[in-house]
């Protein structure tokens, strides 16, 4: 059965656990290697990896091209303005079209949906590059850089402060399936959305909602925050306002354990969702996180390419 990557409530606490610790294993396994060395199974060997992206990346699209190029495959990049998908193509006809043109598709989509319907329809692995929903990617090399920093994440307290958005959904997710607490701090406009909520009622994942970041921080291992306005929001002026107290600085940091560490996804806006004096301090490990992404995701396309 093709194995898809679109969100990290799809699969099973067990597969979400050999990701992780395939990701951790490359990445050991690399120490001191050239980054265009091929790892030694070389699992992705004649396969090719589309990337589509409807939105622009830095982290995302390097971080894919390095991963299958390091398991020994190849890449070909498009936007989808590139594609006739811009011209008005169907979801369904692409599906068809690249499923037999190469051997997983990853993409980067302004609606999660269309990913749906794109996987519903091919027989090679898709995955979620990100999305207005979730961005399962990002939170494997999350766990892996906290794990790194702390030990196993599981009984760990992670604190999320700000908006609650497609980050936080795919953090929510991995609460139920990796064992962590998780406590979010945002506004009533930006909180998680209904579905996120039954998510948490039906799984029985243990995730805390308030609007108090100091109540979210306090006595955390990891404090988490991301970008106040995305691409495509139109309300950058509430967003700014509402969300201006949820700042993550030194003095909520000090609320957080001694040894806490600080994550950010990247692209940041220093004075915004977070102060200088906090991502570039140092507890801030923001730039192993973005490394990781390369080892995360090619524990993804690893685990994708035997199904």
């Known amino acids: ?96 079209v690249l499923s037999r043109m190469v051997d997983a598709i990853m993409i980067r989509a302004k609606r999660h949906a269309d990913v749906e319907r794109l996987a519903a329809i091919s027989t090679i692995p898709v995955i979620n590059g990100l999305t207005d929903k979730s961005h399962p990617c990002q ?57 996120d909520l039954d998510f948490i009622t039906q799984s029985g994942a243990d995730v805390h909602i308030t609007a108090d970041p100091t109540e979210a921080v306090r006595d955390a291992d990891v404090v988490m925050t991301d970008t106040w306005v995305s691409m495509g929001d139109e309300d950058a002026e509430e967003r700014l306002k509402a969300l201006c107290p949820y700042q993550v600085n030194a003095d909520l940091m000090a609320l957080a354990k001694p040894d806490a560490i600080f994550l950010h996804c990247l692209p940041a806006h220093r004075g915004e969702e977070v102060s200088a004096e906090v991502i570039d301090g140092p507890q801030s490990v923001i730039f192993d996180e973005a490394e990781n992404r390369i080892h995360a995701q090619k524990a993804v396309l690893a685990w994708c390419f035997k199904g």
């Open 1 to 96: 059965m093709t194995r898809h990557f679109l969100d990290i409530a799809d699969l099973s606490a067990e597969d979400l656990r050999a990701i992780l610790d395939d990701a951790h294993a490359r990445k050991a396994a690399r120490k001191g290697w050239p980054k265009g060395r091929v790892d030694a199974d070389a699992p992705a060997t004649d396969r090719v990896l589309a990337m589509i992206f409807e939105k622009n990346s830095t982290r995302t699209r390097f971080s894919f091209d390095a991963a299958i190029r390091q398991l020994g495959g190849d890449a070909l990049i498009s936007t989808a303005t590139d594609m006739q998908l811009g011209r008005g193509e169907t979801i369904e006809d692409t599906a068809h």
């Open 139 to 195: 939170i494997i090399a999350d766990l892996q850089t906290i794990e790194e920093h702390r030990g196993n994440v599981k009984g760990k307290t992670l604190a999320w402060i700000g908006d609650g958005n497609n980050v936080c959904t795919s953090f929510i997710h991995a609460a139920a399936r990796f064992g962590f607490r998780l406590n979010i701090a945002a506004p009533e406009a930006y909180l998680p959305c209904a579905a």
